[in-house]
């Protein structure tokens, strides 16, 4: 495939997030053949929107000419359609999480290693510009070792929509560990440039979603039942990795404190500040140069998409017909294995120590 031919991608699951995926997409001026889901209004209305056929079975979409599908399905529907992709010779784009279960997660994986094409998981915060600054400081040895990793994704309340598919275990796999959550610890395992997981202790609550004087000011979703509320809405853990390299994480759709976005990277000569909301970056450094003095470096990067960057890295690898080194399965199933860890923890009130894979 030349640099200029567009690649031509399919999409199933046609809901906010596939949307979302589309219309960057479209900008990009890759083209977009058609999509699936189950909703036939929402075959319609994406149909409609950009001017694509739609179909009613993912086994049509994938015998249609297309070179890669994304998938932004609920979590628990991952492994069916990934699979079948990958299958069927595709190169995938998979939202996060991996999956709504480790053993799921493990399956999606053990195709992809098998398969003619790859899979890409959707942790897009990666492709944010400060923190490729970070990672570029990382490599250029700035901050020394990174020892420590903080990684706060804190609402005040924010529970996307009791009822959904998000606060029903079986479909979702969780609550905000698994939603947002999975971002934290994807993001904090890329600043050490994941190490082997050695040991994960945490705790994982449920306060707030099925309270019926849960009081909210806006929610992402429709609140239409509290009592479908069987998933966690906050979480607090600590990730141990070889090397002495460590994560504390806070992770949380609902708590009466300020919501936070922010992770901070200690390492032995230098620092940083990362907060997500803004995209504002502050490096911290020490130094004897003069007299002993503090130095706090406001960095400022330019704004751009990071799921449109995160794209590209797609739609580039698809062209060359090499997977991507961003994003890899294997590092996906890391991240899984630490939801579950943190899960398990919680459930048996001890450490989980992981074996090295």
């Not at 062209?319 to 939801?339: F, S």
Request: aromatic fraction near 10%; include cysteine; charged fraction near 30%.
């Amino acid at each position: 495939m030349s640099a200029s031919e567009p690649v031509r991608v399919g999409f199933v699951g046609l809901g906010n997030i596939g949307h979302y995926h589309a219309d960057r997409i479209t900008d990009l001026r890759h083209e977009i053949v058609g999509g699936v889901d189950i909703n036939p209004d929402a075959r319609a209305r994406f149909a409609e929107k950009y001017d694509t056929r739609s179909f009613e079975s993912y086994e049509e979409l994938y015998e249609s000419d297309i070179d890669a599908v994304i998938v932004t399905t609920p979590n628990k529907f991952h492994e069916e359609y990934a699979i079948s992709a990958l299958d069927a010779g595709l190169d995938v784009l998979l939202e996060k999480p991996l999956a709504h279960t480790l053993e799921s997660a493990e399956r999606i994986a053990e195709a992809a290693r098998n398969a003619e094409g790859f899979c890409m998981v959707g942790f897009h915060n990666r492709f944010r510009n400060p923190v490729e600054v970070i990672k570029g400081y990382q490599d250029e040895g700035r901050f020394g070792k990174t020892r420590h990793v903080e990684a706060n994704y804190i609402r005040r309340r924010g529970i996307p929509g009791r009822g959904s598919w998000f606060t029903n275990r079986d479909v979702a796999g969780g609550g905000a560990l698994i939603d947002i959550g999975v971002h934290a610890i994807d993001l904090a395992l890329h600043l050490h440039d994941f190490p082997d997981v050695k040991e994960v202790s945490g705790e994982v609550r449920s306060q707030f979603g099925d309270r019926d004087d849960y009081t909210y000011l806006e929610m992402w979703g429709d609140d239409t039942d509290s009592g479908a509320f069987t998933v966690d809405d906050s979480v607090t853990a600590f990730i141990r990795c070889e090397g002495g390299k460590t994560i504390s994480l806070e992770v949380a759709w609902a708590a009466n404190r300020s919501s936070s976005e922010e992770y901070f990277v200690r390492g032995t000569d230098a620092g940083a500040s990362f907060d997500k909301h803004d995209d504002s970056l502050t490096i911290y450094e020490t130094s004897m140069v003069g007299a002993d003095h503090f130095s706090d470096s406001h960095v400022k990067t330019r704004q751009e998409d990071a799921h449109k960057a995160e794209q590209r890295v797609f739609f580039e690898a698809v062209r060359d017909g090499v997977a991507p080194k961003m994003n890899t399965i294997e590092q996906a199933l890391t991240v899984q294995r630490v939801i579950d860890a943190i899960y398990r923890s919680s459930q048996d009130e001890q450490a989980v120590q992981l074996s090295r894979e």
